[in-house]
Each structure stands twice: as C-alpha cells, then as structure tokens.
C-alpha cells in the first residue's frame, strides 16, 4: 500500500517546468530480454528528464520498472536525423494529473550517458 509520502515524492518528480518536445522526436527500446521494440512520442521535457505516455493496459509495463537503465534510442524531430542511443534509467511511473491523458501512465526517462 502507498503511503502519502510515496505520493508526494511522485508528484515532486513532475513538479519542475516542463516543455513540450517537438512533434516527432521519439524514442524506441526493448525492455529486459523481450524481442519486440517499443517505440513512443517524446511528450516533454525538464532539466531533469524526458516523459513518454503509456496506455495502462501496454505489455510494456509488464518489462518495466522504477529503476531500470535500458539502452534507448532516441529519434530527433527530423527525419533525416539518425537516431541516438542513450543509456536511460525509468525513473518513474505514474498517474497523471486528474483528467488529463486518461487510461495512459506517465514514464519518467533520465539520460544517464551517450552508448
């Protein structure tokens, strides 16, 4: 069971000033030994980290958790752009604020280093 400083902590997670990303930049990944890749829209972005939105009811959930560093590769805005592979630590997951992106999960992604 959660307790409200579990909550808060969360909440404190997306508290920074955040900025829309640019309409087509993504990322893509496997999580943990799972064959199939996974690509999402890069929704924002803080000083601290990326978001990308989950449906609730995603396979991918089940591969990933709080914690978890994946290599992830991130596709600029251009098409013409190669993509980028980063080192990436799930920093969390959560709900979204009430009546917004409803039935999805908000995935918090940190940059750790360039691969």
Known sequence: MKNDS???E???LRIEARTESQ????????PGNNNMAYHFKLRD???????????KDSKVL???????VLNMRYYPDEATANPVSHQTQIKHISE???GKHQDHMLV????????
């Open 23 to 30: 309409p087509n930049a993504s990322v893509e990944f496997k």
């Open 10 to 12: 969360k909440m404190n």
């Open 96 to 98: 979204p604020e009430p």
């Open 108 to 115: 918090g992604l940190l940059i750790l280093d360039q691969t």
């Open 45 to 55: 972005f803080s000083a601290k980290g990326l978001c990308i939105i989950v449906r």
């Open 62 to 68: 089940r591969h990933i958790q709080t914690g978890d």
């Open 6 to 8: 579990e909550d808060k």
